[in-house]
């Protein structure tokens, strides 16, 4: 996002958008948002699904465990509050991945390479947000 922003901003996009009274932050940024912040939470769901089918065949089938006893400590370890938490972080990684580089993308100037700058940036402060963000959850949502 910080790239592709990035690089409409150098090559005055950006500027043409606002000539045209066109919001570019209602324009660009808000669908990016918007589309991260919803999808991040199905992609957990989804991968972790893949993840539990993963482990199951690998249990059954290379690893020689009873179906049954593999079903039966997934129900001992299974827990909801697992999954809404899960959820809930990806949903706040998403709304944090995606505003970030998004402002930074916005802020870019400097040509080609301040492009290249700026997403390295972007990637820097967005994982660092991430484990933050995974911290600061984590004591709200499960050391509770």
Same mark, same amino acid.
Do not use: C, K, N, W
């Given at each position: 996002m910080a790239a592709e922003l990035g690089t409409m901003k150098?090559?005055?996009q950006i500027d043409a958008l606002? !000539?045209?009274? $066109? #919001? %570019?932050?209602?324009y660009l940024a808000m669908p990016r948002i918007t589309a991260t912040t919803i999808m991040l939470p $199905?992609?957990? $769901?989804? #991968? #972790?699904?893949?993840a539990i089918f &993963? !482990?199951?065949s690998v249990a059954t089938f290379f690893l020689g465990v %009873? #179906?049954?006893t593999f079903l039966s400590g997934f129900k001992q370890a299974f827990e909801a509050k697992d999954v809404f938490a899960a959820s809930v972080k990806a949903l706040f990684f998403g709304l944090s991945i995606s505003s970030i580089g998004c402002f930074i993308?916005?802020?870019? !100037?400097?040509?080609?390479? &301040?492009v290249g700058l700026s997403t390295i940036k972007a990637f820097v402060i967005a994982a660092a947000s991430i484990l933050i963000l995974d911290y600061v959850l984590w004591n709200f949502l499960i050391g509770m």
């Open positions: 150098v090559t005055e606002e !000539s045209m009274a $066109i #919001s %570019p932050h209602r $199905i992609l957990v $769901i989804y #991968s #972790s699904t893949i &993963g !482990s199951y %009873p #179906s049954d993308g916005f802020q870019t !100037s400097g040509g080609a390479e &301040g």
